[in-house]
């Protein structure tokens, strides 16, 4: 149980254009959502917690409104990087809390890529 | 939450114990010490978790000192596929879901 899926895996795009990631609960209904960045040879850097039906807490330093987090549903949280430009490649990874559960479950991580 | 120091890398031979130590001298009262993993370029994996006494699953040990300013982290036999990225995490209990991932320790398990 607790599985937690990310999609795309992996994603290519032209600076400028804005790209979505998606981050689903598949056997759990997920009250509270995290979304990371982990640069090359770096450790996970949280960067928003998202509650559902609640605007998303962004972290020191992170621009909300260039990544646009969405927690509509209890199984869905998306991540939006608009005008992605190069400097924001990175592998970009979600976690998930159950009602009463202090575990995060973690997603397989989407690789961004911005050319 | 308290800040942890680990070894920036280690090395083990395949089948033999791995023990990952991690000091944590500042933990208070109601924070439980996690170990997580990285495997590259996946997500995070849960490992095991400990307050005060030492715990056992599937997958590991924890000891826990009794003044629970360290812990170690053992892997029984390693295997290939516990070639990873080991985070060692304090984080307080009820009402708190925050991990701040530090560096870690690179375990690599040489055959």
């Known amino acids: 149980g607790a599985v937690v899926s990310q999609h795309p895996s992996w994603v290519i795009c032209k600076s400028g254009t804005s790209v979505k990631i998606e981050c689903r609960s598949l056997d759990f209904q997920a009250t509270t959502m995290f979304w990371y960045r982990q640069f090359p040879k770096q450790s996970l850097m949280l960067m928003a917690t998202?509650?559902?039906?609640?605007?998303?807490?962004?972290e020191q330093g992170v621009e909300k409104d260039k990544f646009l987090i969405n927690h509509a549903s209890l199984t869905l949280s998306t991540l939006t990087v608009t005008s992605a430009h190069p400097e924001d490649s990175s592998f970009y990874i979600c976690?998930?809390?159950?009602?009463?559960?202090?575990?995060?479950?973690f997603g397989p991580g989407t690789r961004l890529t911005v050319t | 939450d308290a800040k942890t120091t680990q070894p920036p890398s280690m090395d083990c031979a395949e089948g033999r114990a791995a023990n990952l130590p991690c000091n944590h001298s500042t933990i208070s009262g109601n924070e439980y010490v996690y170990w997580y993993r990285q495997i590259h370029s996946q997500g995070p994996q849960y490992i095991i978790h400990g307050l005060k006494n030492n715990e056992t699953n599937e997958m590991a040990s924890l000891i826990i000192t009794e003044d629970r300013k360290s812990s170690t982290l053992i892997l029984p036999h390693a295997t290939l596929r516990d070639t990873a990225v080991y985070y060692c995490i304090v984080r307080a209990g009820a009402g708190s879901y925050q991990l701040t991932f530090g560096k870690g320790t690179k375990l690599s398990v040489i055959p």
């Open positions: 976690s998930a809390t159950g009602r009463g559960d202090y575990e995060q479950y």
């Open positions: 998202s509650n559902e039906g609640s605007k998303a807490t962004y």
